[in-house]
């Protein structure tokens, strides 16, 4: 049983690796061939909100979470369940504006950017921009329609 | 088929007279019951029965996360949006089908 478990966890270590590396990668060759951090950051978004589209069914499939009745349910259910169930980690929800439509996400540790430094001359980049466009996918399919 | 589902739901959710949990489950008919299911991402799942089977939403959530997501959803080279164009996804779910308790292949 004990060996079981140390599998498992031993597996998930070595994804979340191959993963950070996999990403880097990613980001590195987008970089060499864009040479332009907007540009870069553009491409990042629209593969998120690529990747967004089809995760939000899986998220659904696998947290059989129903449809959150207002934006703060939506703010916590993004914070606790789905950044947890895909990175293992779960931000804060704060600095919530004043009309209650905006709110920030705080990673404490981004397992995207683990063993990372981010040179001078890429001031501009926004290195997790891929995160920014899987939320945004993500929740364009879900965003309230008909009824 | 899709406006009379959309108006079968609407009109359900106006009757509820309190919070409406799951919504528009099914509706019969003297020939035969027709039985739905819709995720929060708008996907319409609709599965016409004989009128022997009284629950098939638990038949849909398994379609949807264990058909759907896995064989459509994961594979980039489905559309999503365009018609389900998955040979593993057709016969997987031709197999699930006929070994739910409730199908027997005398009819068809």
């Given at each position: 049983?004990?060996?079981?478990?140390?599998?498992?966890?031993?597996?998930?270590?070595?994804?979340?690796?191959?993963?950070?590396?996999?990403?880097?990668?990613?980001?590195?060759?987008?970089?060499?061939?864009?040479?332009?951090?907007?540009?870069?950051?553009?491409?990042?978004?629209k593969m998120g909100?690529?990747?967004?589209?089809?995760?939000?069914?899986?998220?659904?499939?696998?947290?059989?979470?129903?449809?959150?009745?207002?934006?703060?349910?939506?703010?916590?259910?993004?914070?606790?369940?789905?950044?947890?169930?895909?990175?293992?980690?779960?931000?804060s929800v704060t600095?919530?504006?004043?009309?209650?439509?905006?709110?920030?996400?705080?990673?404490?540790?981004?397992?995207?950017?683990?063993?990372?430094?981010?040179?001078?001359?890429?001031?501009?980049?926004?290195?997790?921009?891929?995160?920014?466009?899987?939320?945004?996918?993500?929740?364009?399919?879900?965003?309230?329609?008909?009824? | 088929?899709?406006?009379?589902?959309?108006?079968?739901?609407?009109?359900?959710?106006?009757?509820?007279?309190?919070?409406?949990?799951?919504?528009?489950?099914?509706?019969?008919?003297?020939?035969?019951?027709?039985?739905?299911?819709?995720?929060?991402?708008?996907?319409?799942?609709?599965?016409?029965?004989?009128?022997?089977?009284?629950?098939?939403?638990?038949?849909?959530?398994?379609?949807?996360?264990?058909?759907?997501?896995?064989?459509?959803?994961?594979?980039?080279?489905?559309?999503?949006?365009?018609?389900?164009?998955?040979?593993?996804?057709?016969?997987?779910?031709?197999?699930?089908?006929?070994?739910?308790?409730?199908?027997?292949?005398?009819?068809?």
């Amino acid at each position: 049983m004990s060996r079981q478990s140390n599998r498992t966890t031993d597996s998930k270590k070595m994804n979340s690796e191959l993963f950070t590396l996999t990403y880097g990668a990613l980001v590195t060759q987008l970089c060499k061939d864009y040479e332009n951090d907007e540009e870069v950051n553009k491409q990042l978004d629209k593969m998120g909100y690529n990747i967004g589209v089809r995760l939000i069914e899986d998220f659904l499939a696998r947290s059989s979470i129903g449809r959150c009745q207002d934006f703060r349910e939506t703010a916590d259910v993004i914070a606790k369940v789905a950044f947890k169930m895909y990175l293992g980690v779960t931000p804060s929800v704060t600095n919530w504006s004043p009309a209650g439509d905006e709110f920030s996400l705080i990673l404490e540790n981004n397992p995207l950017v683990d063993f990372v430094e981010l040179p001078d001359n890429h001031n501009t980049l926004i290195y997790s921009n891929l995160l920014c466009g899987v939320l945004r996918g993500a929740l364009e399919m879900v965003k309230s329609t008909l009824f | 088929m899709y406006g009379m589902l959309f108006s079968i739901r609407s009109f359900v959710s106006k009757m509820s007279p309190l919070d409406m949990k799951d919504g528009f489950l099914s509706f019969q008919t003297s020939k035969y019951r027709l039985h739905y299911y819709e995720t929060p991402s708008g996907l319409k799942f609709v599965m016409n029965t004989d009128l022997s089977v009284s629950n098939a939403r638990e038949t849909l959530q398994h379609i949807y996360s264990n058909l759907y997501v896995e064989y459509i959803v994961k594979n980039p080279v489905c559309v999503l949006g365009h018609n389900l164009d998955s040979e593993l996804f057709s016969s997987r779910l031709d197999a699930f089908i006929r070994a739910l308790p409730y199908y027997s292949p005398r009819a068809a």
